[in-house]
């Protein structure tokens, strides 16, 4: 089917959104977090609510399907299909209101959770149900697959939150569900209609919808018609309401909660209404090790008498993967040693004795006694480390590149929370039958398992496989009450099993209502019950290949840039908006700046090659907004290294495109400097001049709003060679050119220490020449640097530090990927490559130092430091002392400054990206979004007050330009706080 012309020329006449029918789009929203693949009819993107009604009203004139969409973090395929996408995560995302009487919101299908969340708490509220997904699900979505998350115990799903719903029917007309919707007769007969089949529902089917129901309160399979009678078949065993379900007011009907779960297959929501609950002050974490899943799980219903908030279970895969990546690694101290599984206990309420007490107790009676207990997690820090790498479990498991991996169809298991350890040992069983398999984890406490066989779906033994697992575990989870569908939605993957769950007679009053409410079946069609078969539409399956060109980088993966490109599972965790990762996504909201966005695109470039002429130019377009800040190595649960895949692809694309002049400007700045700084002040004049700075910004393609970096004429440092130790110094084209005074503090710094410092001969690493894909070049420079820094070294084994942080990081962990054949040599090397910072700390650990500070503590400058995106990136040490930021922010504490770190992301620079003319305004656009902003504060209260410090040039360059503030490199203030001897 394809969209008809009639139809595109009447809706844009009326829809002032974005329209896409392209290739690119097609691709990127063919895929959800889920293991499915259908291209759409075409993309809609509506601004207003006068666009979502337009497209849905015309998709009824000429019976278009349509589908409604958030952030597509869907793990059962319930958020792609061969329909008309309308994106409402983009534009329709306002909070409309915030009720702290009556304990409410009502907001735009758009909004982020987290974002709402953070809103509310400004009023000690949140939103009860608190899926993983809650930094980049939206509202609407969140409503659609009736989620809830760790707290369910105490707040039940979705379902039992929302309110009231602004709805359009699937006839374009407007309606509003919520309590009163038997109060006035309706002239809308689609409402009508509806109305009529709840009637008819609750008269002819109560007693078979009690009788069929699942066992376990959990449930999200199908529609929710127990809401309408309102009945369940048990209670969240910690509710905090007088009765559950708990959200309708006697004598009354809510339609509302339908919407639940429904998947948009009955009416699309334009705005909701959603109850809020008191967030409780104190909360507290107990964490305990267990010899098994199977025996944690065991263990679950006895510390529910205990009357815990939280209960989650998370498994020994989870907790040895989080350790590879940087920005979980740092955050795995509570951790001690290998063990099985793990509970995390959690215990909350406004009464702080209370809630230690039951923390002593859980402690206290722990099976296996005390040394089972690896933490008590009391500040929100600690708790916050914990959480954070329960919530990035999905995509930690799903973080393989090959083409065996996890597979979500069976990872949304609820049981009755007493049967739970029997059932994970006959899972295990039938698991083990089919080879190994991923970790067994989630909601303990709710009885709800997150399970992900490894299969290779590309070869036909693996979807038999699939179906076996699929139909064995159907059987099990029947036999004990329970329900294949529990928070993530039925989609592609649970659909087929809907009428086989409630049985012939429930499934026939669900069609009923889906008939009556989308009788022309627009609304995501081929969902729920008319879902094709769960092994079918797979995005790996066996007609799956790719033919990616020859790269030139090395790949740390089995297969090479294929499996580079794959190792992004689609989670979507990279269309948070808080966090590094990803600038360009963060400011424009649009799919294809996701880091996942260019995955999917880069992925259906390598099915056919660079030969696709239009796909290759929009992977161009989606990577040329990357800004290569690295926040997706550190951020992204699969690790997926967006800017090495950048790297690989300009090129390759530039050998049959023609190049920007200035890529060459910036690729070999460190050249263009060197010729430049002998005569200084003539090349400052020429850049000052109005006349000379627009001719220049014009034939490079420069942004004409900055002002071009000024040249220092400088003599040659003379290091202190009165020194037994040494250490090799790396320069970098600021520190060397523009802000000399960097480089003379840091060879200062050393001499203080006790180093004689030997200068590379060379500046930088190359990072400049990568990040414009420069990679030959870039080759080339890593084997002259290598040889000097082996020359230097005549096999002492110096350490080799600088202090700009993509020059040294690009040493540290680009270089194997450049020269492959000589990885352990270089990892020889890498292992002693260091910032100053991270250095300064290393040489403090070995020796004493007698520091003498100039000033007291007392008289210090209190400092907040912006630290550039590579230096967050950077992951734990394998020597266990603090890297990245955590050294810097170490090393100015250890010289007597109070530091903190800005919690903000890109400053919008990304080396040369901000000067680019065309990337000028996106380049404001991410700085406004949390730095400059912050740094404008700071600025406002005095030096006096608080001193701001940036470990990157192009960071300081852009908080000067765009904010007026003066940021200082961290090592200046250590060069202020300098001993007078070091001994």
């Not at 989630?442 to 290779?456: F, T």
């Not at 800005?902 to 305004?921: K, L, S, T």
Request: contains cysteine.
């Amino acid at each position: 089917m394809t969209l008809s012309p009639d139809f595109l020329h009447d809706l844009k006449k009326r829809f002032t959104g974005d329209l896409r029918l392209d290739a690119a789009s097609k691709v990127l929203y063919s895929t959800d977090a889920s293991s499915y693949q259908i291209e759409p009819l075409g993309v809609a993107i509506p601004k207003t609510q006068e666009d979502l009604q337009a497209a849905v009203e015309l998709a009824a004139k000429y019976q278009i399907p349509i589908l409604p969409r958030g952030s597509g973090s869907s793990l059962a395929g319930q958020a792609i299909g061969a329909a008309l996408i309308l994106d409402c995560s983009r534009y329709l995302d306002s909070i409309i209101e915030i009720d702290p009487e009556t304990h409410s919101a009502i907001v735009e299908p758009g909004v982020i959770l987290a974002n709402l969340n953070r809103t509310a708490a400004k009023h000690g509220l949140t939103f009860g149900p608190d899926p993983a997904s809650a930094e980049r699900a939206t509202l609407g979505g969140v409503i659609g697959n009736n989620a809830t998350g760790t707290h369910s115990i105490l707040y039940g799903m979705s379902a039992d939150h929302l309110l009231e719903a602004d709805v359009i029917l699937s006839d374009g007309s407007l309606a509003k569900f919520d309590n009163s919707i038997f109060d006035h007769p309706s002239s809308n007969t689609r409402l009508s209609n509806i109305v009529s089949a709840v009637q008819e529902i609750k008269q002819k089917y109560t007693d078979v919808i009690k009788q069929n129901y699942p066992k376990s309160w959990r449930n999200s399979a199908g529609y929710r018609l127990n809401y309408l009678l309102p009945w369940s078949p048990s209670t969240p065993p910690q509710w905090t309401g007088e009765k559950y379900p708990g959200n309708l007011k006697p004598g009354t009907l809510n339609l509302a909660p339908l919407l639940a779960g429904s998947e948009g297959t009955l009416a699309v929501i334009r705005k909701l209404k959603v109850n809020l609950v008191h967030k409780p002050t104190h909360s507290m974490l107990c964490v305990l090790s267990y010899a098994s899943s199977a025996e944690a799980c065991d263990d679950t219903p006895r510390l529910l008498t205990m009357k815990p908030s939280a209960v989650e279970l998370i498994p020994q895969l989870i907790l040895r993967n989080a350790r590879s990546i940087p920005a979980y690694a740092r955050q795995m101290g509570w951790v001690l040693g290998d063990p099985a599984a793990v509970l995390v206990v959690e215990f909350s309420g406004d009464d702080l004795s209370e809630v230690k007490a039951r923390i002593e107790r859980c402690r206290s009676e722990a099976i296996g006694g005390p040394s089972t207990v690896l933490t008590i997690a009391e500040t929100s820090e600690q708790q916050a480390q914990i959480w954070n790498v329960r919530k990035v479990g999905l995509g930690i498991m799903d973080s393989r590149p090959q083409s065996t991996r996890p597979v979500a169809f069976i990872e949304d298991c609820a049981i009755p929370v007493e049967g739970l350890g029997d059932f994970v040992r006959e899972v295990e069983r039938i698991l083990s039958a089919h080879g190994p398999y991923g970790g067994i984890y989630a909601h303990a406490s709710g009885g709800c398992l997150h399970i992900r066989p490894v299969l290779d779906l590309q070869h036909g033994e693996g979807v038999r496989a699939m179906r076996s697992i699929v139909e064995q575990v159907f059987a099990l989870t029947m036999s004990l009450g329970g329900a294949m569908s529990s928070e993530h939605g039925d989609g592609l993957a649970r659909g087929e099993f809907v009428e086989r769950t409630y049985g012939r007679e429930v499934t026939e009053a669900m069609r009923l209502l889906k008939q009556a409410a989308d009788p022309q079946n627009i609304l995501n069609p081929k969902k729920m019950f008319e879902a094709p078969p769960m092994d079918t539409h797979l995005r790996y399956g066996e007609g799956y290949h790719v033919k990616a060109w020859e790269s030139v980088l090395h790949f740390e993966h089995e297969r090479g840039l294929e499996g580079a490109i794959e190792s992004c599972n689609g989670q979507g965790v990279c269309r948070k908006t808080t966090g590094v990762m990803c600038p360009s996504f963060q400011a424009t909201r649009d799919e294809a700046f996701s880091t996942r966005g260019r995955a999917n695109l880069l992925r259906e470039l390598s099915k056919g090659g660079m030969g696709n002429s239009e796909l290759q130019k929009s992977v161009f377009s989606a990577l040329d907004l990357c800004l290569a800040c690295k926040g997706c190595t550190s951020e992204c649960p699969s690790g997926v290294d967006m800017p090495k895949l950048k790297y690989e692809f300009m090129n390759q694309h530039y050998k049959s495109h023609r190049r920007p002049l200035r890529d060459y400007l910036f690729g070999y700045f460190h050249v263009a400097a060197k010729l430049l700084h002998p005569v200084a002040p003539l090349a400052n004049w020429m850049m000052e001049m109005s006349w000379s700075r627009k001719l220049i910004a014009r034939v490079f393609g420069i942004a004409e709003q900055r002002p071009f970096p000024k040249f220092v004429r400088r003599s040659s440092i003379q290091p202190d060679a009165h020194h037994e130790n040494k250490v090799i110094f790396l320069s970098d084209v600021f520190s060397h050119y523009i802000e000399p005074e960097v480089e003379e503090v840091a060879v200062e710094i050393l001499n203080a220490l006790g180093y004689e410092v030997k200068i590379l001969p060379l500046i930088g690493a190359g990072a400049s020449l990568l990040s414009k894909g420069f990679l030959d070049a870039a080759r080339d420079h890593a084997e002259k640097v290598l040889a000097e820094i082996q020359r230097l070294d005549g096999g002492a084994g110096l350490s080799v530090v600088g202090c700009e942080p993509p020059e040294v990081y690009c040493l540290k962990h680009e270089y194997k990927s450049l020269l492959p054949s000589r990885r352990e040599e270089i990892r020889s090397i890498t292992d002693r490559v260091w910032l100053v910072d991270e250095f300064v700390l290393r040489v403090a650990n070995s020796r004493r130092f007698d520091f003498q500070l100039k000033n007291s503590v007392e008289e210090r400058t209190r400092l907040t430091l912006h630290p550039h995106c590579h230096h967050r990136a950077e992951g734990p040490a394998a020597d266990g002392l603090p890297s990245g930021v955590a050294a810097t922010v170490a090393m100015l504490k250890m010289f007597g400054y109070d530091t903190d770190v800005i919690d903000a992301g890109c400053c919008g620079m990304a080396g040369p990206f901000g000067y680019d003319a065309e990337h000028y305004e996106l380049s404001m656009q991410v700085g406004e979004l949390g730095v400059l902003p912050k740094v404008r504060e700071i600025g406002r209260l005095g030096i006096g007050n608080r001193e701001l410090t940036s470990s990157g040039a192009a960071c300081r360059m852009q908080i000067q330009q765009g904010a007026g503030v003066d940021a200082r490199h961290p090592l200046l203030l250590v060069r202020d706080a300098l001993p007078s001897r070091a001994g």
